[in-house]
């Protein structure tokens, strides 16, 4: 399973950015997918993730209402439409998906040291 991210960069605060992930290696539809960070100093946290049977969605609670994550399984791509950023999000950001199909996207919020598939992620970093 490949996961290949891109849309980071820098921005000022109050600022938006879309972040972007192709998957390739498997069935891409019946598979949660989500999105990591990791700020320097920090340890990786759950961000955002999104169910592949009804595209039902979980948050962190410091992005809800200011993220959010969409997907389109027939491009096999995962969204993260991220606004009002502010500098507590620059972090380096990962696309993830679980290892196994019966991992739902709030068993992924609930235990963010699961099983997943990791891409190489892409930096996000918001200026003051």
């Known amino acids: 399973v490949q996961l290949q991210a891109s849309g980071g960069g820098s921005v000022q605060a109050g600022g938006s950015l879309r972040l972007s992930c192709t998957a390739s290696?498997?069935?891409?539809?019946?598979?949660?997918m989500g999105w990591f960070r990791q700020a320097p100093g920090k340890e990786r946290e759950f961000v955002a993730a999104?169910?592949?049977?009804?595209?039902?969605?979980y948050y962190r609670d410091s992005v809800k209402g200011r993220f959010t994550i969409s997907r389109d399984n027939a491009k096999k791509m995962v969204y993260l439409e991220m606004n009002s950023l502010n500098p507590e999000d620059t972090a380096i950001y990962y696309c993830?998906?679980?290892?196994?199909?019966?991992?739902?996207?709030?068993?992924?919020?609930?235990?963010?040291?699961?099983?997943?598939?990791w891409g190489q992620g892409t930096q996000v970093t918001v200026s003051s």
């Open positions: 993830v998906s679980p290892t196994r199909a019966v991992t739902t996207a709030q068993a992924m919020a609930a235990n963010p040291k699961s099983d997943k598939y």
């Open positions: 999104i169910n592949w049977r009804d595209s039902s969605t």
């Open positions: 290696g498997r069935t891409f539809s019946s598979y949660a």
